[in-house]
């Protein structure tokens, strides 16, 4: 960060402050959130696009479910994961 | 500091809502280059697997229509895993609650 920058922050308020915390702290979540979808679209569209031709541009209706069953699924996994862990403990 | 180098020649934020709307602004701009350069990455590597099996000399006009067509499909399927995903964690929370 650039001295300048750094003297501009000493400029905020305590109001600004926690505000800009908060918004920050919104921004990070959105950004985990995106990520997410990434990691869940490329998985997806692994399982449910890829190993036939592509002949068009649209989703096929059985694609389209698909792409919803396996972020779905994808959860439903997580949380049985999660569950068996706590079980082990 | 910017990562992107926003180079323009801004004046220099005085007040302290002025340095926080920069702040917000330019986090929220290199949030959406993160955001779409992943995007990309993945189109790239999946459409690429999908379209070239085996790459020749030039691209034929065949791959670059599928690279288009496979395009879309992606972002439609990013669509539909964020509606999903999002809806999916809205329960979650209120099963929760």
């Not at chain 1, 001295?3 to 400029?11: A, G, V």
């Not at chain 2, 340095?19 to 990309?40: D, T």
Request: glycine share 4%.
């Amino acid at each position: 960060m650039d001295p300048q920058t750094q003297m501009d922050i000493s400029n905020l308020s305590e109001a600004d402050k926690k505000d800009l915390s908060q918004i920050l702290q919104n921004e990070s979540q959105k950004t985990t959130i995106q990520q997410s979808v990434h990691q869940l679209s490329d998985i997806c569209f692994k399982k449910c696009i890829a190993g036939r031709p592509i002949t068009d541009g649209a989703l096929s209706r059985s694609e389209e479910s698909c792409a919803e069953n396996c972020v779905q699924r994808w959860m439903d996994t997580q949380t049985s994961i999660i569950t068996k862990l706590q079980s082990m403990r | 500091m910017s990562l992107f180098g926003s180079g323009s020649a801004s004046p220099v934020p005085k007040s302290g809502s002025d340095v926080k709307a920069g702040i917000v602004q330019q986090l929220q701009q290199e949030s959406a280059m993160n955001n779409a350069r992943l995007l990309i990455e993945k189109i790239n590597e999946n459409c690429f697997d999908a379209c070239i099996p085996a790459p020749g000399s030039t691209m034929s006009s065949q791959e670059s229509g599928c690279i288009s067509s496979c395009m879309d499909k992606y972002i439609q399927l990013w669509n539909i895993s964020s509606k999903t995903y999002i809806s999916r964690l809205g329960q979650e929370q209120k099963r929760m609650a």
